[in-house]
């Protein structure tokens, strides 16, 4: 290696991560603009395995994460910076470095104040790794997740792991998504709260944060629980409201959450984000009666679908492409992926919409292609389509 500024960076970046002050690492710009790989984001890990560097290598429509040792994962950095990527930003706890390369050979390197107040996430057993802990958070406690000393109830481990999970992921998403400080968020569907409780804590307490909050729901007994817990908890930007997805007044949403929301409730919520111009959409939709009862394919797929079983995982497979497909049509670049492994639940799809352009007219391409998939599986209408008033072929 002959340039003396990425020997440098590679140097700071081993520091921080022996003085465990290492925040996240990016790699962007492509050399090569054919690829498929858009960008790697770095983190610290504490694994069964010890505490390690955890690369997202993200795709058009996938993330891949990989966790390597310290050593292996410098040489990835190296190696990447030499054949992949011009640029290198290094966020840590005392500093940012940006590393940035020309085509002509030469670099730069500048480093400048901490942009981050996150805490570093970079702890060295398991216990601290999680997001959110079960240890000090009363909103735990008043949720029945977590005893009176802080551990996790018996019962309650899958509804706790899946509180870590999905905070991690949404957490990733709003780092992404660049959102406005103060920026708004609805949890449409909040049921008892639990992700919403968790999402408030970790934006505003971890990520320094100032949203707005708003749980959404249709049953008042669980609406005026969660406020209780909420004020006791002293959120005072968490609320919930208790009303339908379709009709509660909210004059902004930047970040639009429906986990879970039942059948085409997920297609209320993703119409609300798109109407309203959210920058972030997720849904983990549940149930696809809507589209199951439709299906009737005249063509081969007809023997996909005459088995009970089949039928149901195709109606879901067809149920969220179609939903990803509108999102990208109206402007959001989509992915769709497991959030968590299906032994703890089998509600476990996200699909994760971040808007790219505000002023792109609606991209007919991408609704040709919701036709030719109810074509082919003989569906009369998507819901989604119907709130959207896409004409139907
Ligand atoms: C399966 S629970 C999920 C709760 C929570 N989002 C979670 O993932 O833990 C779905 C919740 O959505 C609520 N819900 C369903 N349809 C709704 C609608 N149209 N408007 C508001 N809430 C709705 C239900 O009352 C229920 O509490």
Redesign the pocket.
């Given at each position: 290696m002959n340039d003396p500024n990425l020997q440098r960076l590679l140097l700071i970046i081993e520091e921080s991560l022996s003085n465990t002050d290492f925040i996240k690492l990016t790699l962007s710009s492509k050399k090569d603009t054919s690829g498929e790989l858009k960008n790697i984001y770095a983190k610290v890990v504490s694994v069964k395995a010890g505490t390690l560097l955890s690369f997202v290598f993200r795709y058009p429509a996938k993330d891949i994460t990989r966790n390597y040792n310290f050593e292996e994962g410098l040489a990835l950095v190296k190696k990447s910076l030499e054949e992949d990527f011009y640029q290198a930003i290094l966020l840590t706890a005392n500093k940012d470095v940006h590393f940035m390369q020309f085509p002509n050979g030469k670099s730069t390197i500048k480093q400048q104040e901490a942009s981050q107040q996150m805490k570093p996430v970079f702890l060295h057993d398991k216990q601290k790794s999680l997001f959110i802990s079960p240890e000090n958070n009363l909103y735990l406690q008043l949720l029945g997740v977590t005893t009176l000393d802080g551990k996790v109830k018996k019962g309650m481990e899958d509804k706790f792991r899946q509180i870590n999970k999905y905070v991690e992921v949404v957490s990733h998403v709003v780092e992404q998504a660049n959102m406005n400080a103060g920026f708004s968020v609805a949890?449409?569907?909040?049921?008892?709260g639990?992700?919403t409780f968790a999402l408030y804590d970790y934006l505003t307490n971890r990520m320094s944060l100032t949203p707005e909050v708003v749980g959404?729901?249709?049953?008042p007994n669980?609406v005026a629980q969660c406020n209780v817990i909420s004020k006791k908890s002293g959120f005072e930007k968490l609320k919930f409201i208790q009303?339908?997805?379709?009709k509660t007044v909210l004059p902004e949403i930047d970040l639009l959450i429906a986990?879970?929301?039942?059948d085409t409730?997920t297609d209320?919520a993703i119409f609300r984000g798109i109407s309203q111009k959210a920058r972030v959409i997720i849904t983990?939709p549940?149930c696809h009666k809507q589209i199951r009862k439709q299906m009737n394919p005249d063509n081969a797929l007809a023997e996909i679908t005459k088995y009970g079983i089949l039928e149901e995982r195709q109606a879901e497979m067809l149920t969220d492409a179609i939903r990803a497909l509108i999102m990208e049509a109206y402007g959001y670049s989509t992915k769709v992926f497991e959030f968590i492994s299906t032994e703890h639940t089998p509600k476990n799809v996200l699909i994760v919409g971040i808007k790219k352009n505000e002023k792109e007219p609606v991209n007919q391409d991408k609704l040709d292609k919701v036709q030719a998939l109810k074509k082919l599986f003989g569906i009369e209408y998507h819901f989604l389509e119907k709130l959207l008033e896409i004409p139907s072929l």
């Open positions: 949890d449409m569907g909040s049921g008892k639990y992700l959404v729901e249709l049953r669980l009303g339908s997805i379709e986990l879970h929301a039942c409730a209320e983990a549940c």
